[in-house]
């Protein structure tokens, strides 16, 4: 017999939110790794019982803000507020600065200290270069669901939209002083591991369970939490998490992302509800799409279809953006979701990045917007940033 996971589900599609923070010395740029002694500042808040508001992540450069659980977009980024202001002065007491990339522009990932905690250590020891090397940032959305038979379509459904999640944040361009000619290179960096990338497409629960006791009995994981899928089931959370996000530079972003998520989500829980079958993407238009995206971001052409039908990803944001907009609204996270038109506006984080790259600023220049967005909750483009020398 396959073992039993039990779902806890939630009541309604609640919300919660993992933010992976940069800690950045305020005079080099350079990553710090002193997230021990960041959080050691902040007890009332790293020691919370189960549930801390800020936590350590593999490496000792980021801070990880979580939120409670929320019921809307508004209060979780209302929560995320509060920890992160509490973080920032901390932070500035040390000379250190935050900020949000899917990677950091200059730091080299060999400088990078494993936190202190077993778990980590035991991820390294198996996975050796492979987890070394994740000196990345990213942005994790759990949407609470009714019931545990509705996890699986649910995340078989959101696997149509990698692309969508990917491209609106990818903010990773850069990897150790070079441009990767990637619009996301931590997609590539974290997706190596041998349990990521995206998710198994299975018929239903008992699939769900069957497979992780085929992954245990074979020694592949010692706990389905070592299953880093981009979108995954969270049976203690009684939550689907979507983890495809990359770091995101503004609250505005995260918020954006929050709402997708949780409009998503909620749209196809009502469909079930309903009686209808969802739709479930072929695993190699899933995979093939999240390349896309992963290279070319917004301007990815993505496949729409099982026979190989394909359109431009910015066109089929602005149709997605405005079907989700009566669930948003009926939700109340309209304006966050409309943050999104903006980015398809304005540019993407990685666009951001470039643009400022291709007006003479230097990658310090890069990391210095990254702060700035995130400590005046703006986007940050042409023109806005002193360059060195000039």
Not at 14 to 39: F, K, M, N, P, S
Not at 337 to 361: D, F, M
Request: glycine share 6%.
């Amino acid at each position: 017999m396959a073992v039993a996971i039990d779902f806890n589900a939630s009541k309604g599609t609640t919300l919660g939110i993992e933010w992976e923070i940069q800690l950045v010395d305020a005079e080099t740029r350079h990553l710090r790794q002193d997230a021990r002694e960041v959080l050691a500042a902040l007890p009332s808040l790293s020691e919370d019982g189960d549930n801390p508001r800020v936590r350590h992540e593999l490496m000792e450069s980021t801070v990880e803000v979580v939120t409670g659980i929320c019921d809307t977009v508004g209060e979780a980024k209302a929560d995320l507020a509060g920890t992160l202001a509490a973080l920032r002065a901390a932070a500035a007491e040390r000379d250190i600065a935050l900020a949000c990339t899917g990677t950091h522009p200059i730091s080299d990932w060999r400088d990078a200290v494993m936190a202190p905690m077993r778990r980590y250590a035991e991820l390294i020891e198996e996975m050796q270069w492979l987890a070394r090397r994740i000196q990345t940032f990213g942005v994790h959305v759990h949407v609470g669901v009714s019931d545990g038979a509705k996890a699986i379509p649910i995340v078989n459904a959101l696997s149509s939209y990698l692309p969508h999640f990917l491209a609106l944040t990818a903010s990773s361009p850069f990897w150790s002083g070079s441009d990767t000619g990637l619009a996301s290179c931590r997609a590539i960096v974290f997706g190596q591991l041998p349990t990521a990338g995206p998710p198994h497409l299975l018929d239903d629960w008992a699939a769900f369970e069957d497979y992780m006791d085929t992954l245990l009995r074979s020694q592949t994981i010692r706990s389905i939490k070592e299953v880093w899928w981009d979108i995954r089931p969270h049976p203690d959370f009684g939550t689907v998490e979507i983890r495809m996000f990359d770091g995101i530079p503004t609250m505005r972003e995260v918020g954006m992302a929050a709402a997708l998520c949780q409009s998503l989500v909620t749209l196809f829980e009502q469909q079930i509800d309903r009686g209808y079958t969802l739709p479930r993407p072929a695993a190699w238009v899933v995979r093939d799409n999240k390349w896309r995206a992963t290279r070319y971001g917004l301007d990815a052409i993505v496949i729409t279809d099982d026979t190989g039908n394909t359109a431009p990803l910015r066109d089929d944001l602005y149709e997605l953006i405005r079907e989700l907009e009566p669930v948003a609204d009926r939700l109340g996270c309209a304006e966050e979701l409309k943050v999104a038109g903006e980015v398809l506006e304005h540019g993407a984080p990685y666009e951001r990045q470039r643009a400022i790259r291709a007006e003479g600023g230097t990658l310090e220049n890069i990391v210095d917007a990254a702060i700035t967005e995130l400590a005046e909750d703006r986007f940050v483009t042409l023109g806005e940033v002193a360059y060195a020398g000039t």
